[in-house]
């Protein structure tokens, strides 16, 4: 039986959920940014070895992933199900990042053995993390909008730290001899912000919906109705495609502004991308709030595909933009990105709430922390695909490690840039057309759900 303690979920319980938004921005697009350009720019590391190196871990997360949903989901203290792992993880997390960084100087085969071993711990130690955290947040209210709100919190402090991450190639050039030197310094401030505002959440919320009789869910049989559900499947092949072709795109931007607009210069190419993302960074928080709005009054998946619009138009407006005649004009594609994209990644973290609630009407069973693990898998393997598409794509282009600026390999990867990611943001708007669940359907699941759950409280009564 689960009671649902409110509806109206308070501001202040919205923000303290949110600021671990900013810890997991670090983990997962911290690392992105600076992989390629710390060991491949840096260390002279072949880009596709490392892409295939990144994408190993992958294997391990096939089986932590849902281990640590089903165990979760299990666990019954009064701590809650998720907010002792939110906390172990965030520590766990803060301790491992700065050894990200510090590779020992041997052969291109001994880093990359190094390399592989401290992600895979990494990957464990960001599963017990990041699957409980995001569970954590299908949970607190059961509400369609309320999700949207809460979630919404979560991306005002990962915008805060996307603001930065965008920043962090200069300031590892800024804070070293070079930017090997200078990560070994970045990466101990963002272990210290990893660890100060992961472990808020796991310190001061409450699971606001409490499972009290639920029977201990099953992990194959729970790993079985996610893959049974087409609303899930649909989501996260839409999720996959956006997330690989636009993150496998967006790390050409760096190489773009070294290779292709500014001739080879790589401080002004680092200060460039700061700039530009950060303000494409601006437009996402007014995404985000246009977006919250146009879901409350359209829906969530009317919502999604307007922001996926938006993102493609700001895709194809880059052949214009990326010019050296002109650096700065790459900012205005960076707006109209920004602007749809973060409505996209708020509205799949919310959509994935109202799937929770679709799975409890055909099996009986709350089962957050497996859902919250399938898509944190996912999730895992579009980037997996990213740095190995990244590295073939670089290798597409022309490019050659240690290699002098040459425009014709810069204007290949403009191009390559423009049509991967206009490309796959168009396929994922339209599998998102065939979306089921809208504002109809899950309000329909949620009232036959709560009528459920009343009957339940009454029937020993009587």
Not at 192 to 202: D, E, K, R, S, Y
Not at 400 to 428: C, H, N, T
Request: aromatic content about 10%.
């Amino acid at each position: 039986m689960t009671k649902h303690l409110i509806e109206r979920v308070k501001t202040s319980t919205c923000a303290l959920y949110g600021t671990a938004g900013l810890a997991d921005t670090f983990l997962s697009f911290g690392i992105t940014t600076l992989i390629m350009p710390i060991y491949n720019i840096g260390l002279g590391i072949d880009a596709v070895l490392l892409g295939w190196a990144l994408a190993i871990p992958r294997v391990i997360d096939a089986i932590t992933d849902p281990l640590m949903g089903n165990i979760s989901d299990n666990t019954r203290s009064r701590f809650g199900r998720r907010r002792q792992y939110v906390f172990a993880g965030a520590v766990l997390c803060a301790i491992l990042f700065p050894f990200i960084w510090t590779p020992p100087d041997a052969s291109q085969n001994v880093v990359l053995a190094y390399f592989i071993g401290i992600m895979c711990l990494h990957s464990i130690f960001y599963t017990i993390f990041n699957v409980p955290y995001t569970a954590l947040g299908y949970e607190i209210t059961p509400n369609y909008d309320e999700r949207t709100r809460i979630y919404a919190w979560r991306f005002y402090f990962a915008t805060m730290a996307g603001a930065t991450t965008h920043w962090l190639y200069k300031l590892c050039l800024m804070a070293g001899e070079d930017e090997v030197a200078g990560v070994r310094v970045v990466s101990w401030i963002i272990a210290a912000i990893v660890l100060g505002f992961g472990i808020i959440p796991a310190l001061f919320t409450r699971e606001q919906e409490v499972v009290q009789d639920q029977e201990k869910v099953n992990l194959f049989k729970a790993v079985g109705s996610t893959l049974r559900n087409r609303p899930f499947i649909l989501l996260m092949t839409a999720y996959t495609i956006i997330v690989t072709t636009y993150f496998s795109a967006g790390a050409l931007i760096l190489y773009i502004n070294i290779f292709h607009i500014f001739g080879g210069d790589k401080d002004a190419a680092g200060t460039m991308t700061g700039l530009s993302g950060s303000l494409g960074v601006v437009a996402a928080f007014v995404g985000m709030l246009v977006m919250k709005k146009v879901s409350e009054a359209t829906g969530k998946k009317t919502a999604m595909i307007i922001s996926l619009g938006i993102a493609i138009l700001g895709g194809l407006s880059a052949w214009f933009t990326l010019t050296p005649n002109m650096p700065y004009l790459q900012i205005l594609s960076s707006l109209i990105m920004g602007m749809g994209s973060m409505g996209c990644w708020l509205l799949v973290s919310s959509i994935l709430g109202d799937v929770c609630d679709d799975d409890e009407l055909n099996t009986g069973l709350r089962q957050e922390g497996v859902y919250s693990a399938a898509s944190g898998f996912v999730n895992k393997i579009a980037f997996a695909f990213t740095a190995i598409t990244t590295g073939y794509i670089l290798k597409m282009s022309g490019y050659v490690e240690g290699m002098d600026p040459d425009p014709e390999v810069g204007l290949k990867m403009k191009v390559i840039f423009i049509s991967v990611q206009s490309l796959g943001l168009l396929v994922g708007l339209l599998v998102m057309v065939l979306f089921p669940i809208g504002r109809t359907r899950a309000e329909e699941t949620r009232r036959i759900l709560d009528e459920r759950k009343k009957a339940d409280t009454a029937s020993p009564q009587s």
